[in-house]
């Protein structure tokens, strides 16, 4: 509310409270705009409860920023003609990227999270990423290489893209692993190889603009929430299961990374004291009993001790990816059916314990890993019935689908337009400003 004219405020406010009552009155009509394409001054004022004068004062202003579009008078369904205003969609543009450990998705994408621009950069030469693939032990790489390539695929886009870059106002970087999103540090990523390495800082220092770092698990959980089945969920948990297991979070609308960015990472639950070593060190975490290396290691491991498999002879398994496991148990074969049903029950016992901590509406399954299909996810649902606290509401929705990089990307970008439509009340990762 505008104090002068709607609030019955008895003493005068410092002038931060003014300014915060400023930003908080104008954020609720960018984030009411956001909702609706177009809209008059007369339901902006009934929607955000503001006064009418407020709203008209808000409106001047963004529309003096290039942020709203005034549509003039609109049609009368009897009094006075309504005045149209919408926002401009295209007054800003934010960048997101999944690091990959063979490439860089990236896309532009407007202020409703379209995706203007897409490109793929890539890291490896063709060898090098069928390592990768095969569920080998990650190369160590130079964190320089990285940030430099980074950088140069954003210089790219922009280049071959045609967007203004003054326009730009952000950058997300999704990466795998555990990452303090507010001084953009990775914490541990297996698939570089590294530990506590710093990249939202350097990267922001060479490109200029604000930069979010975040655990790919927290990108998928801001796509769903953007333009995903996690849209209008206040409470749901979107689960990436790939090479690594994570999630992200979202509790009451909000992003929830918890004080050291770590939330959401249930993938190193352990569930037993002894069983195979995670990527973190320790054994018998979910991750290690129920990922898609951990079933890559599962079946080389069953045929080097002479299990018969359709999958081939052990020198032949050099190529050996989730598909095939998941064609192969298909098509009947026994070991590649037991291994991805002991995976689905693990990662199942793990989905329990973090039902029964969040209590979400909404369960999203995405990644890689699903295209190991029902002879993986059957088992899981079954454990998670089997192990999850009775009490809770059940009305969770098991949604499995492959994703594109190019939808990490643009949850990336969500990231940063989540935090640019934050509530002035709510901390923020980002200083950057609209128009
Ligand atoms: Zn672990």
């Keep these: 509310m505008n104090p002068s004219q709607d609030s019955p405020a008895t003493h005068r406010p410092r002038r931060g409270n003014w300014q915060l009552m400023a930003d908080i009155n104008r954020n609720l009509v960018v984030n009411v705009l956001r909702t609706c394409p177009v809209m008059s001054r007369a339901d902006l004022s009934r929607a955000t409860g503001?006064?009418?004068?407020?709203?008209?004062?808000?409106?001047?202003?963004?529309?003096?920023?290039?942020l709203v579009e005034d549509l003039g008078q609109g049609i009368s369904s009897g009094g006075r003609p309504p005045y149209l205003v919408r926002l401009n969609e295209k007054a800003n543009f934010v960048i997101g990227l999944k690091l990959m450990g063979h490439a860089i998705s990236l896309v532009i994408t407007d202020l409703s999270a379209t995706v203007t621009y897409a490109q793929v950069t890539a890291l490896l030469g063709p060898a090098a990423a069928q390592h990768q693939a095969s569920g080998s032990p990650a190369l160590p790489r130079d964190p320089r290489?990285?940030?430099?390539?980074?950088?140069?695929?954003?210089?790219?886009?922009?280049?071959?893209?045609?967007?203004?870059?003054?326009?730009?106002?952000?950058?997300?970087?999704?990466?795998?692993?555990?990452?303090?999103?507010?001084?953009?540090?990775?914490?541990?990523?297996?698939?570089?190889?590294?530990?506590?390495?710093?990249l939202a800082r350097p990267i922001s220092e060479r490109l200029g603009y604000p930069v979010i770092l975040e655990n790919d698990a927290n990108t998928l959980a801001a796509a769903e929430q953007w333009f995903g089945r996690g849209a209008g969920i206040d409470t749901f948990i979107a689960v990436a299961v790939g090479a690594g297991i994570g999630s992200g979070v979202?509790?009451?609308?909000?992003?929830?990374?918890?004080?050291?960015?770590?939330?959401?990472?249930?993938?190193?639950?352990q569930l037993?004291?002894?069983?195979?070593?995670?990527?973190?060190?320790?054994?018998?975490?979910?991750?290690?009993?129920?990922?898609?290396?951990?079933?890559?290691?599962?079946?080389?491991?069953?045929?080097?001790?002479?299990?018969?498999?359709?999958?081939?002879?052990?020198?032949?398994?050099?190529?050996l990816t989730i598909g095939l496991v998941a064609a192969a148990a298909e098509q009947g074969d026994e070991l590649s059916r037991q291994i991805l049903s002991q995976a689905g029950h693990y990662l199942g016992r793990g989905l329990a314990m973090l039902m029964t901590v969040i209590n979400p509406r909404l369960l999203i399954i995405s990644g890689e890993g699903v295209q190991a299909g029902h002879w993986?996810?059957?088992?899981m649902i079954k454990a998670i019935k089997a192990s999850i606290f009775p009490d809770l509401n059940a009305e969770i929705i098991f949604a499995t689908e492959p994703l594109d990089d190019a939808r990490w990307a643009r949850g990336a970008a969500c990231v940063v337009l989540g935090e640019i439509f934050n509530a002035p009340t709510q901390p923020s990762l980002v200083q950057a400003k609209l128009g």
């Excluded at 004291?273 to 890559?296: F, K, N, Q, Y």
């Excluded at 290691?297 to 045929?303: M, P, T």
């Design 250 to 269: 979202v509790v009451n609308g909000q992003l929830y990374r918890g004080a050291d960015g770590a939330a959401g990472e249930f993938g190193h639950v």
């Design 50 to 66: 503001l006064s009418g004068p407020t709203v008209s004062s808000i409106v001047a202003d963004l529309t003096n920023r290039g």
């Design 376 to 379: 993986r996810f059957d088992p």
């Design 145 to 198: 290489s990285i940030i430099d390539a980074i950088c140069e695929a954003v210089e790219q886009a922009l280049c071959s893209s045609g967007v203004d870059a003054s326009r730009i106002i952000g950058v997300g970087v999704g990466i795998n692993g555990p990452v303090d999103a507010t001084s953009g540090v990775c914490r541990s990523s297996p698939t570089f190889n590294w530990n506590n390495v710093p």
């Design 272 to 319: 037993s004291d002894t069983g195979p070593l995670c990527s973190c060190g320790r054994t018998g975490c979910v991750e290690a009993w129920a990922s898609d290396r951990a079933i890559l290691r599962d079946v080389r491991a069953a045929v080097d001790e002479g299990t018969k498999t359709s999958l081939g002879r052990a020198e032949e398994l050099n190529g």
